[in-house]
């Protein structure tokens, strides 16, 4: 059974940095594309930043130059390296792997950016 884990969320002031971290176990198979999903109150879920197995990102125009993801290939994991952290960036943070053209998830982990 492929299990998804996040890790890293917080509370944190503007202006300030949180690094999130992806784990999955559970297949044989390598994971071609892991990425962050996020979920505002009030809002439908949204793409943070993707990264397939080439190395390949890709990230929502809102959070260029100020997030970072990055895999540790070996491990399965991946992270998101979030910089210059603005209220608008306050949600549940999802972490999304696909595995063999099969879709799992985080139960998520909140960012909340606040003075």
């Known amino acids: 059974q492929v299990k998804v884990a996040e890790s890293g969320g917080g509370l944190v002031e503007p202006g300030g940095s949180l690094r999130l971290s992806c784990f999955t176990s559970?297949?044989?198979?390598?994971?071609?594309?892991m990425g962050w999903y996020r979920q505002a109150p009030g809002k439908q879920r949204e793409m943070v930043a993707t990264?397939?197995?080439?190395?390949?990102?890709n990230y929502a125009n809102s959070v260029e130059n100020r997030f970072t993801i990055d895999r540790d290939y070996s491990n399965r994991t991946a992270f998101l390296q979030m910089n210059t952290l603005k209220p608008e960036d306050t949600a549940v943070y999802f972490c999304?792997?696909?595995?063999?053209?099969?879709?799992?998830w985080g139960q998520g982990t909140q960012v909340t950016v606040s003075a």
């Open positions: 999304y792997v696909d595995i063999r053209g099969f879709d799992y």
């Open positions: 559970g297949s044989y198979h390598d994971p071609y594309t």
């Open positions: 990264m397939d197995y080439d190395g390949n990102r």
